[in-house]
């Protein structure tokens, strides 16, 4: 795996965790600031809703940092390739579904690193 593509693929596997830690453990505290337009009154019911949702992004960040033991390069690309995959359709769901700067917070990092990974 080229060096570009791995520094990448190490800088969303970052951001999905700091989304686990966001979801599971500061959705009630800093989720307000952060989700403006979210009524705050739904922020304690939704809690556990989040915490799940921080969960799928840490299997999300445990699928990247995996590649990173993998030895095989054609197995460590397709590995690669599938887990950025997720994350982009997610951020570009989220993109369609909740908010426009999902896209560029998940889903444009990974579409650089697939195109790295394919192209680079």
Not at 20 to 26: K, N, P, Q, R, V
Not at 35 to 50: G, I, V
Not at 91 to 109: L, R
């Amino acid at each position: 795996m080229a060096l570009a593509s791995s520094i990448l693929i190490g800088f969303i596997a970052l951001i999905h965790i700091y989304i686990l830690g966001f979801e599971m453990f500061a959705w009630t505290t800093r989720g307000p600031k952060v989700f403006r337009s979210f009524p705050k009154d739904l922020f304690e019911p939704t809690k556990t809703m989040a915490a799940n949702q921080g969960l799928y992004n840490g299997f999300l960040a445990a699928g990247l940092i995996w590649t990173y033991f993998i030895d095989d390069l054609a197995w460590k690309t397709n590995v690669s390739l599938f887990f950025l995959a997720c994350i982009s359709i997610a951020g570009i769901y989220g993109a369609a579904t909740a908010s426009k700067k999902i896209f560029f917070i998940q889903a444009f990092p990974a579409l650089i690193a697939i195109g790295l990974l394919l192209f680079g």
